[in-house]
């Protein structure tokens, strides 16, 4: 059974950092979303099974960064300059039946496997 586990959120002030990880019990293509109170869940930036391209909504272009680590299957999501607008709980994915070859995925309905999701609260 695949396990996702987030982790890594917090509460921090406008313009600060925080760095999630996901740790998965294999290697997928994986997303990060997020859901904001009253608010349907988005898309927030993706990577490739092999790690060479990734994808990223525009509001957190130039301040988020995805990348992964393949020795101990494990995502990150790299948050700069915080903004109160980023306040949501933060949920990895993945898709399995993925390789070298996969492309990028997106979309909610793409992913099998989800987290448990990891609040992150930015303050002004």
């Known amino acids: 059974q695949v396990q996702l586990v987030e982790s890594g959120g917090g509460l921090v002030q406008a313009g600060d950092s925080l760095r999630l990880a996901c740790a998965s019990s294999g290697r997928y293509a994986m997303a990060w979303f997020r859901q904001a109170p009253g608010k349907e869940r988005e898309f927030v930036s993706a990577?490739?099974?092999?790690?060479?391209?990734?994808y990223y909504r525009d509001s957190v272009k130039g301040r988020f960064t995805i990348s992964r680590d393949n020795t101990d299957n494990t995502v990150y999501l790299e948050m700069n300059s915080l903004k109160r607008e980023d306040t949501a709980v933060y949920y990895c994915a993945a898709r399995e039946g993925t390789s070298w070859s996969s492309p990028l995925y997106t979309k909610e309905w793409e992913f099998d496997y989800w987290g448990q999701g990891t609040q992150v609260t930015v303050s002004s």
């Open positions: 990577i490739t099974w092999s790690g060479t391209k990734t």
